[in-house]
């Protein structure tokens, strides 16, 4: 019995992928493959089918018109397909995958995630630590926290903190600055990585912008713990330097915390059924995250107290 697919599975995989990523070597990193494997993918594809499938452009692989109007059924097949795979996997519902960025890890979540497998020992929660934005529907990762404005197509996203930001840094580093002018006279860490901007901080703090000079970090974990080292000031989201201030081994040299459009989000799949472990990550990061910011602002409260007989 023929086929019913003129072309392999994976090549129509490979179609849909360079479609939506517009060039080779994101749609081969997606598909775990080398850029020539996708390449030859497409090429025999459209042998096959006797038309081309994309335009080569100066700015990558376009698809053509035709391509164009089904790749939405393309991407709907495929993200169907996911799905169904998940339900098969022995033990799912009882394993939370989720993808993070370093510095959520490793300052915030890492220390709390205790307290949720306690509340659901049941299940299991598995981290994918990345700085690359993993697809959520073309993966089998469950959902995400992820840094930025929110507005990510084909997904849910919502908003969890980590709206303000402030520069830290070690004691010795703070004791050197009196007024924000005083940065100008200390290393300043550069988190290359960061979508923290140094000049909005500095015209909220009515000074010059910066010229920035110091150590190069392109992990934003490192850059934390560059600055905990006493190699410089870091700008950095309130939420994740709350617990290296609390317990003094960074300081926040300035009463200046900008507010931003910017956060971290909590994302799932759009158009997909939440399942009951995700929904109940969720449900404790919304009061988790709360109960952290109150805890801090009790500790620093507690830390401003003066002695007995003072």
């Not at 090429?43 to 018109?65: D, M, N, W, Y």
């Not at 507005?151 to 830290?168: D, K, L, Q, T, Y």
């Not at 600055?177 to 100008?184: F, H, S």
């Not at 449900?283 to 002695?307: F, H, I, M, N, T």
Request: proline fraction near 7%.
């Amino acid at each position: 019995m023929p086929s019913v697919f003129p072309i392999p599975l994976n090549a129509i995989r490979a179609i849909e992928t360079v479609a939506r990523r517009g060039a080779l070597a994101p749609a081969a990193e997606e598909l775990g493959v080398t850029p020539g494997a996708v390449s030859q993918h497409l090429r025999r594809a459209e042998e096959r089918l006797g038309h081309e499938l994309f335009e080569r452009t100066p700015q990558g692989l376009r698809p053509t018109p035709a391509l164009r109007q089904i790749l939405p059924q393309l991407s709907a097949g495929f993200t169907q397909l996911a799905d169904a795979l998940a339900t098969l996997r022995q033990g799912d519902e009882h394993v939370l995958t989720l993808t993070v960025g370093s510095v959520f890890a490793s300052r915030w979540l890492v220390w709390r995630l205790g307290k949720f497998s306690a509340l659901h020992p049941e299940i299991e929660v598995r981290l994918v630590v990345t700085g690359q934005m993993i697809e959520l529907a073309h993966s089998d990762i469950d959902c995400a926290i992820r840094f930025g404005r929110g507005n990510w197509p084909g997904v849910g996203a919502e908003r969890i903190g980590g709206a303000r930001f402030s520069p830290v840094a070690a004691p010795p580093i703070a004791a050197r600055l009196e007024t924000p002018a005083d940065l100008a006279l200390v290393p300043i860490i550069r988190d290359t990585a960061s979508m923290l901007s140094w000049t909005d901080w500095c015209a909220a703090a009515g000074i010059a912008p910066l010229d920035i000079a110091g150590p190069r970090y392109d992990d934003p974990a490192l850059a934390f713990d560059a600055a905990i080292s006493e190699q410089g000031v870091l700008l950095a989201v309130d939420m994740m330097s709350a617990d290296a201030v609390s317990d003094g081994r960074l300081m926040r040299p300035f009463a200046i915390s900008l507010e931003s459009d910017l956060g971290y989000w909590f994302v799932t799949r759009a158009g997909r059924r939440e399942p009951k472990k995700t929904r109940l990550f969720r449900d404790w990061l919304r009061a988790e995250v709360p109960d952290s910011a109150e805890g801090y602002v009790a500790q620093v409260k507690r830390r401003r107290l003066p002695a007995a007989g003072q």
